[in-house]
């Protein structure tokens, strides 16, 4: 480790940071309108024509991308929306298939060659995600529960002496009603944020040491480098699915918590 050090020194390794996330605008003036905004366009569009042709003229003995939009829809209603929804479940499908195929596209950008940015990894997309989640959990759970009913439940759990509610009911307002949607928003992003630096900085490790200052102690680098990016690539392959999961279980759950009191 003492030999890589001066190594790495010596070669004016510059390690990826937080100008990975950055992007010019593609049109003049437009500033919104960047290849995030792009591929999160581009990403509606892909949902919106698979839906389509998986749904639009559905057949009798299913194939091709019905067949697959059939096992997608299948996979979220029995692993996403029964689970937290039972009897509701079927309602509120539309809303949990398009989410959880929507989050999962913009994460996989992150692993297609000349895209390769996830764009979760902007904390403005999971945020609107997480606000619109938020403001339809609020308006249900008055909806269903009344206003009063809806923050009393959130409030104030049953069985606990008096006094204690004095702690209890401000902790259980900011979590409920706070807490628990700025860290549906922020897993996401810190995830698919961290996936996306690590596997950049081992590919510029493999590209440094084996292309610009190539040495035989620098090819060992290297090449651990590349192994690293296309193990950290197929893990992250997974973790883009499984964030679009939790992300969309927990939606799930939040609706179920408007819908019913929790207490």
């Known amino acids: 480790m003492s030999a890589v050090l001066p190594l790495l020194a010596a070669e004016e390794f510059q390690a990826p940071g937080l100008g990975l996330f950055e992007w010019p ?75 959880f195929l929507f989050i999962w596209i913009m994460n996989l950008f992150g692993s297609v060659i000349f895209i390769q940015f996830p764009v979760m990894s902007r904390i403005g997309y999971p945020a609107v995600l997480a606000i619109g989640v938020w403001i339809m959990v609020t308006y249900l759970g008055m909806k269903h529960q009344g206003a009063l009913g809806y923050f009393k439940n959130m409030m104030f759990p049953p069985g606990l002496p008096k006094w204690m509610y004095v702690l209890v009911a401000p902790i259980e307002f900011a979590s409920t009603f706070i807490l628990r949607h700025v860290t549906h928003a922020v897993r996401l992003f810190a995830t698919m944020m961290a996936g996306h630096l690590i ?65």
């Open 199 to 263: 596997i950049a900085l081992f590919s510029e490790v493999g590209w440094h040491f084996l292309f610009v200052q190539l040495t035989p102690a620098g090819a060992l680098i290297g090449v651990l480098g590349v192994l690293m990016t296309i193990l950290l690539t197929a893990f992250e392959l997974f973790i883009q699915a499984l964030q679009a999961y939790v992300f969309a279980l927990l939606t799930a759950m939040f609706i179920n918590g408007a819908l019913h009191a929790e207490h």
């Open 25 to 99: 605008a593609l049109v003049a003036g437009q500033a919104w309108f960047n290849k995030p905004a792009l591929f999160a366009l581009i990403a509606a569009l892909i949902v919106l024509v698979f839906a389509y042709s998986a749904f639009s003229n559905p057949k009798l003995v299913p194939r091709g991308v019905q067949s697959v939009g059939e096992f997608a829809y299948e996979f979220v209603r029995e692993q996403i929306a029964r689970p937290f929804l039972g009897k509701d479940s079927d309602r509120w499908m539309p809303l949990l298939f398009s989410m």
